[in-house]
């Protein structure tokens, strides 16, 4: 490590600098007792802040309006994800007009670095970065969020629908 | 020999050649979905378009002679134009569902428009709507909206399985592939048409949605499901493997494989596997690492006399494997019991016309080389007579990679296990070998996929392959178990950091040392 030292005349003036410094203080001090509403600081985690609806925070799977998965399987998410945290195993549908289907989605959080390519990637707007950010938990808590949690966490209130609406869609012939 | 010239370059190929051919010859690339090498030409698709000079209109390629002095371009605008246009016909009724389309990542649909179109489509009619998701056969799945009718697939059951299932029915933009009622695709070599179709419209029922084909690497290898030996590549990752394709080899195989040869990936994957040596005495049943198991066994082996000391071969090992356990057992332990285990040898000779053989050992030649090299004579009928007599006391056997072609597995296992010790070298899981009682070692051995070697097929052509990638990685090959059977030790080659990388693949161009010269070198200034 380098020490930077200043031997000029003028840094000898240290005391100019240190009133201004006390008075930036005592300035801030004697403004938030007087109006409290304008303090800078949050009581966390009894307060919290609203970010703006575009922050990226925990993984939405969203939902058709009966409720199962939009996800396709089509691992667009998982091959564009650089943490490669996305694990999809795909499955045959029931419904001949469903053809594919997630049986297993899980993004492993800690991998995660929210970036949003997954959302970007996906061609059916099944994958969001909702506006959750605070999930911690102890210590051997559950990090890979699988399809349950993703899509039906009591927080999604039954799953969030998009407005891509699929018959609409299929009626205009895309 | 007619000399033509293709794209400025000048080429020779040999009378009544078509210009995609010399073309293939001349390594130029040319759009094409209805023509392959080993199928009739159909014409159908009209992407293989060339300017062929002195003639005003392009033409295509597939069914087009080269004749002497023809100057032939592909590359020109006018060219490209008609490429371009033809790409549009064909996307007029295919569904871009490319996300959830199997095909996606080897698709000739997709190369081709990156190619040659990439534009705003002019139709403005919806597309036509045909049947999702229909039931060809027990194989193979067909999506009829995808289908461009190359007839690709309709030619090979024409053509090359002679069994004619499928056909073309109806007209115009409502034509769809499918079988008539009552006969579905089934035949030996149906999956070939999944490899053929150059979209997405035929799946295999087994690969279908397992992988995306990107998550996926190759290998090429040669088969050991029959004593054809066809040339094949696997696909797999850090999952397992996942599925196996022909590779074009003109004296073995051509362009096919049999659907039976497609199954030979699932007894190399990790849960059909043998992972760690047991060893069984009076105490019962103890887990132990590979090496030191065969370690233990050499004990075994080397306290037996060399008359009551046996070896038994199945025909799914290569050559030098063969070479290196026979030529330890006459000149080691000076035995020359060495039996050959068939499986079944009524069919050995059976043979069906096109690839599938009898014989489902992919080296019985290569095993009988080896023994007639060693001068071994010896007939299984010695062996039960040794066991049965009780001359016979230890008794070493190969076991077979691809237990499933071997029906009478469990019979043999206890025939053999009167033997007082039984030293079992296998890849797979058994059943029968498990509930073995009595002194048994069960030593993991490798499969094809993970081992350098040769097979000698049933007409005696020796083919060498390379080690793909590594499943159980403390597993023996029967090389080195031989050495270890020996009392010999093992010299272990350092393996690369991930074992699941392509051992085929050539290392990194950039050398350590070059790397360093391109570091960037922080050099802290002074103040």
Not at chain 1, 48 to 60: A, E, L, Q, T
Not at chain 2, 505 to 516: C, F, G, L, S
Request: glycine share 8%; charged share 25%.
């Amino acid at each position: 490590m380098s020490v930077m030292q200043n031997n000029s005349e003028k840094a000898k003036w240290y005391l100019p600098g240190v009133l201004g410094g006390l008075w930036i203080t005592g300035k801030h001090l004697v403004g938030n007792l007087l109006n409290r509403k304008k303090m800078m600081t949050l009581n966390y985690p009894e307060e919290k802040y609203d970010y703006s609806p575009r922050f990226k925070g925990n993984h939405v799977l969203t939902v058709k309006k009966d409720g199962s998965l939009r996800c396709t399987a089509c691992m667009l998410c998982a091959t564009n994800c650089p943490a490669e945290c996305i694990k999809i195993v795909a499955a045959e549908h029931n419904d001949p007009t469903v053809e594919k289907f997630p049986i297993a989605y899980e993004i492993d959080i800690l991998r995660c670095v929210f970036c949003g390519y997954c959302e970007e990637a996906c061609p059916v707007d099944a994958i969001r970065l909702g506006p959750e950010w605070q999930t911690p938990a102890v210590n051997g808590g559950n990090f890979i969020y699988d399809i349950n949690h993703l899509a039906y966490r009591p927080n999604l209130k039954g799953g969030i629908q998009t407005h891509v609406d699929d018959e609409e869609r299929h009626k205009q012939g895309i | 020999m007619p000399k033509i010239t293709i794209n400025g370059k000048e080429v020779e190929v040999k009378e009544g050649t078509s210009i995609i051919e010399a073309m293939q010859q001349s390594g130029d690339r040319i759009a094409h979905y209805c023509w392959h090498p080993g199928l009739s030409v159909a014409g159908v698709c009209r992407l293989c378009m060339v300017e062929i000079e002195g003639n005003p209109r392009v033409q295509i390629a597939c069914n087009t002679m080269a004749t002497e002095g023809m100057k032939i371009n592909n590359t020109s605008e006018k060219v490209r134009d008609a490429v371009k246009w033809g790409l549009d016909f064909h996307l007029i009724n295919h569904p871009l569902d490319c996300p959830i389309c199997d095909q996606a990542g080897e698709c000739g649909l997709q190369d081709q428009y990156m190619e040659y179109g990439k534009y705003d489509p002019e139709m403005a009619e919806p597309k036509q709507k045909k049947h999702k998701v229909v039931d060809l056969g027990p194989t193979v799945v067909l999506d009829s909206e995808r289908c461009i009718l190359c007839s690709r697939c309709v030619r090979f059951t024409e053509e090359v399985s002679k069994t004619n299932e499928l056909g073309l029915f109806n007209r115009g933009d409502r034509t769809e592939i499918g079988t008539h009622d009552g006969m579905p695709l089934n035949n030996k070599y149906s999956l070939n048409t999944v490899d053929i179709c150059p979209v997405g419209a035929l799946t295999s029922k087994d690969f279908r949605f397992r992988q995306r084909v990107w998550y996926l690497k190759d290998s090429e290898t040669v088969c050991n499901g029959c004593s054809t030996g066809c040339n094949v590549k696997v696909y797999y990752n850090r999952e397992g493997f996942f599925r196996v394709k022909p590779v074009y080899n003109e004296k073995v195989n051509g362009h096919w494989m049999c659907d039976e040869g497609r199954e030979i990936y699932k007894f190399v994957n990790k849960d059909h596997r043998l992972l760690k040596a047991q060893v069984r005495n009076n105490t019962g049943w103890t887990e132990m690492h590979a090496g030191a198991a065969a370690k233990a066994a050499s004990e075994v082996v080397k306290s037996t006399a060399a008359d009551s000391l046996a070896l038994v071969l199945t025909a799914q090992y290569t050559v030098e494997e063969f070479d290196a356990i026979v030529g330890t057992f006459v000149n080691e332990f000076k035995s020359k019991k060495v039996y050959f285990w068939i499986n079944n040898k009524e069919s050995f000779d059976e043979f069906d016309g096109l690839l599938l053989r009898g014989d489902k050992n992919p080296n019985t030649k290569g095993l009988l080389k080896v023994l007639e090299k060693h001068g071994i004579s010896a007939t299984w009928n010695e062996l039960s007579q040794g066991l049965a007599a009780g001359s016979i006391k230890t008794v070493v056997v190969a076991g077979p990679e691809n237990q499933a072609v071997f029906p009478d597995f469990a019979d043999r296992v206890k025939e053999l296990s009167k033997a007082q010790n039984l030293i079992w070298l296998q890849a797979g899981k058994n059943e029968a070998l498990s509930a073995l009682t009595g002194n048994v070692s069960l030593i993991p051995m490798k499969t094809f996929v993970e081992k350098d070697g040769t097979f000698i097929n049933h007409a005696g052509l020796e083919q060498k392959f390379k080690k793909a990638t590594v499943v159980v990685s403390e597993a023996l090959t029967l090389t080195e178990a031989a050495l270890l059977l020996a009392g010999k030790n093992l010299a272990i080659n350092a393996s690369p950091a991930n074992e699941f990388m392509p051992m085929n693949q050539r290392i990194d161009q950039v050398e350590v040392e070059a790397r360093k010269k391109n570091e960037f070198v922080f050099k802290r200034g002074s103040l």
